[in-house]
């Protein structure tokens, strides 16, 4: 079972910027990918971006290039910067890593951009 502990939601104003981390309980060469998930009120929960074991970074094009997934092995964490927030950015963002076929969520983070 890994544990997942995300952390730096919060409220901005649009335009402003926010790093989530999230903390893996396992070793993060056991895992797959690690990646961000974001769920709008009422609506589907969607990847954002997510990295693989190997390095390779899979992102959606709705975030333009303003979101940065990172990750630091030595702390088995992995980050997502956000700048130039956007209203439309508001939602839960709940970290993901995959081992095979297993999917393991954190409890999920709250950010919330004022227009």
């Known amino acids: 079972q890994v544990q997942l502990v995300e952390a730096g939601g919060g409220l901005v104003q649009a335009g402003g910027s926010l790093r989530l981390s999230c903390e893996s309980s396992?070793?993060?060469?056991?895992?797959?990918?690690m990646g961000w998930y974001r769920q709008g009120a009422g609506k589907r929960r969607n990847l954002v971006a997510q990295?693989?074991?190997?390095?390779?970074?899979d992102d959606v094009d709705s975030v333009d290039g303003r979101f940065t997934i990172s990750r630091d092995t030595a702390l088995n964490t992995v980050y997502l910067q956000m700048n130039s927030l956007k209203p439309e950015d508001k939602g839960v963002y709940f970290c993901?890593?995959?081992?095979?076929?297993?999917?393991?969520w954190g409890k999920g983070t709250q950010v919330t951009v004022s227009s």
């Open positions: 990295i693989t074991l190997g390095g390779r970074i």
């Open positions: 993901n890593a995959k081992i095979l076929r297993s999917d393991y």
């Open positions: 396992e070793n993060i060469f056991l895992l797959n990918s």
